[in-house]
T-cell receptor, first 111, second 115 residues
Framework: DAGVTQSPTHLIKTRGQQVTLRCSPKSGHDTVSWYQQALGQGPQFIFQYYEEEERQRGNFPDRFSGHQFPNYSSELNVNALLLGDSALYLC??????????FGPGTRLTVT | AQSVAQPEDQVNVAEGNPLTVKCTYSVSGNPYLFWYVQYPNRGLQFLLKYITGDNLVKGSYGFEAEFNKSQTSFHLKKPSALVSDSALYFCAVRDSSGGYNKLIFGAGTRLAVHP
């Protein structure tokens, strides 16, 4: 049973550029959430997708956007990258249970 | 607003000794509480959860957690620590405001188990 997968593993971008991160949920899961984990901090909720709709959003600017596909996979897009966007981006999936299962993350470095 | 606090940045324990990693929470309504572990350069692994019922919850890898409503605490415990338990531990609470399910995490506690 494949767990949550994310790609790429690492990414280096320049300020002002745009980035797309990808996530495939655990088999059987239909809800995908994205979190940002800055160095030395706990994960912070970005947004959640269900049935291809964003249904909840955390305190992140509109530069952060996402998408969910019919197969439940998801993308996180960040426009106009800032140095402060450097972090580990975590995708988590769930289905009708309170706990969420996390992928290994994508480490984004903005220079 | 829902929140969790992990008062210790780091916990040091000798292998074979019992370990406790502390967590306190603030929620409106009944709390849904979780513990996750993060190894270097890895995502978060789910350890255990408290939803309702017995105050002592058993989870993966021999970990357990004790829910204490009067002290608003949810401490993670293990009777005998292993060097391989060394990792970053996060306590989380479910925030169901808006009708949906997101997790609010503490800042994390680094557990170091010494041989």
């Amino acid at each position: 049973d494949a767990g949550v997968t994310q790609s790429p593993t690492h990414l280096i971008k320049t300020r002002g550029q745009q980035v797309t991160l990808r996530c495939s949920p655990k088999s059987g899961h239909d809800t995908v959430s994205w979190y940002q984990q800055a160095l030395g901090q706990g994960p912070q909720f970005i947004f959640q997708y269900y049935e291809e709709e964003e249904r909840q959003r955390g305190n992140f600017p509109d530069r952060f956007s996402g998408h969910q596909f019919p197969n439940y996979s998801s993308e996180l897009n960040v426009n106009a990258l800032l140095l402060g966007d450097s972090a580990l981006y975590l995708c988590a999936s769930s289905r009708q249970v309170p706990e969420q299962y996390f992928g290994p993350g994508t480490r984004l470095t903005v220079t | 607003a829902q929140s969790v606090a992990q008062p210790e940045d780091q916990v040091n324990v000798a292998e074979g000794n019992p370990l406790t990693v502390k967590c306190t929470y603030s929620v409106s309504g009944n709390p849904y509480l979780f513990w996750y572990v993060q190894y270097p350069n890895r995502g978060l692994q789910f350890l255990l959860k408290y939803i309702t019922g017995d105050n002592l919850v058993k989870g993966s890898y021999g970990f357990e957690a004790e829910f204490n409503k009067s002290q608003t605490s949810f401490h993670l415990k293990k009777p005998s620590a292993l060097v391989s338990d060394s990792a970053l531990y996060f306590c989380a609470v479910r925030d169901s405001s808006g009708g949906y399910n997101k997790l609010i995490f503490g800042a994390g506690t680094r557990l170091a188990v010494h041989p």
